[in-house]
C-alpha cells in the first residue's frame, strides 16, 4: 500500500441523481419499515420532499469514490485482499429521492499493522447546491502477504 497516498484528493465523482425506486429497494433490503422509507405522502407528511433513504444509503454514493481509490495504479492496493474494516456517517441532513449527490474522496490516513496495511477515506457528499449532506468514513484493511 502506497503511504504517499494520505493526504491525497480525487476529482469528484459523477454527480449521483437518487431515485425514489432505488431508495424503496434499498429500504427492502435493509429491512428499513419506516413509511418515510416508502411511501412519499408519509415523507411528505413528515416534513420531507419525497421519501429518504437510511442512513446506510449513503454508501451507494460513496461506492464511485471509493472504486476511484482501489483503481488507482499507484496505490498499491490487491482489491482481491481488502476486507472492509468499519463504516462511519457524519449527516448533516437525511438523502431523499431527487437529492443529486457529488461525492469527493480523500485519504485521510494509511496505516501500517503488521504486515497489513489500513486505508482510511473520506467521501464529502454534497447536493446540487453545494450544501453538505454527509461524510461517509471508510476504512479498508489490505490483508498482506500469507
Not at 51 to 58: E, G, L, R, S
Request: net charge negative; proline share 8%.
Amino acid at each position: 500500500m502506497n503511504p504517499e497516498l494520505q493526504g491525497r484528493v480525487f476529482p469528484p465523482a459523477p454527480p449521483y441523481l437518487v431515485g425514489r425506486e432505488k431508495v424503496r429497494e434499498f429500504s427492502r433490503a435493509v429491512f428499513a419499515t419506516n413509511p418515510i422509507n416508502h411511501d412519499p405522502e408519509a415523507a411528505r407528511a413528515a416534513g420531507y420532499a419525497d421519501v429518504v433513504a437510511p442512513p446506510t444509503f449513503a454508501v451507494v454514493v460513496q461506492e464511485a469514490t471509493l472504486a476511484q481509490l482501489l483503481s488507482e495504479p499507484g496505490a498499491g492496493i490487491d482489491f482481491s485482499r481488502v476486507v472492509h474494516g468499519d463504516q462511519r456517517f457524519s449527516f448533516s441532513r437525511p438523502i431523499v429521492a431527487g437529492d443529486e449527490l457529488t461525492a469527493t474522496l480523500t485519504v485521510a490516513s494509511v496505516k501500517s499493522l503488521g504486515g497489513h496495511s489500513m486505508v482510511t477515506a473520506e467521501s464529502n457528499v454534497l447536493d446540487a447546491t453545494g450544501a453538505h449532506v454527509v461524510t461517509a468514513t471508510s476504512t479498508l484493511v489490505v490483508r498482506g502477504d500469507e
